[in-house]
């Protein structure tokens, strides 16, 4: 069997571990997503790809690291879902964007837009790296 570090190594693409591929390996060793991204950051391996389009795209210097685009308008029934997900501070998290995204059908960076465009936050990245 392999280690978690074998296998987060055998899914690098261009050094950095897409969140997809995470995930993957997340469900297959049967571990919280945020211990491969634990198990990463130790070994100094980059996340990227991130589903939901915050990071891991190009360049950050450059403006390209993000996929987001602002949503507008927002469908009144994804603004509400989203809204009522709102934690104290008006801010998502990643795992209920991630829960929006499977009750309503929509893909998980609909939901990210969405949320450019309403002008709220998304935090606690599932794999720690936010």
């Known amino acids: 069997m392999d280690t978690l570090d074998e296998r987060i190594h055998s899914r690098l693409v261009d050094g950095s571990l897409p969140c997809a591929a995470a995930f993957r390996i997340a469900a297959q060793l049967q571990i919280p997503p945020r211990e491969v991204g634990a198990a990463a950051d130790s070994l100094d391996i980059r996340l990227s790809r991130c589903q939901l389009g915050l990071f891991g795209?190009?360049?950050?210097?450059?403006?390209?690291?993000?996929?987001?685009?602002?949503?507008?308008?927002?469908?009144?029934?994804l603004?509400?879902?989203?809204?009522?997900?709102l934690d104290g501070q008006g801010k998502l998290s990643c795992s209920d964007a991630w829960r929006i995204a499977a009750e309503l059908k929509v893909g998980r960076q609909t939901v990210s837009n969405a949320c450019e465009g309403l002008g709220l936050r998304i935090v606690a990245c599932q794999l720690g790296a936010f």
């Open 57 to 77: 795209y190009g360049s950050k210097a450059e403006g390209k690291h993000r996929r987001v685009i602002p949503l507008n308008p927002v469908l009144p029934r």
């Open 79 to 85: 603004e509400a879902a989203i809204r009522a997900a």
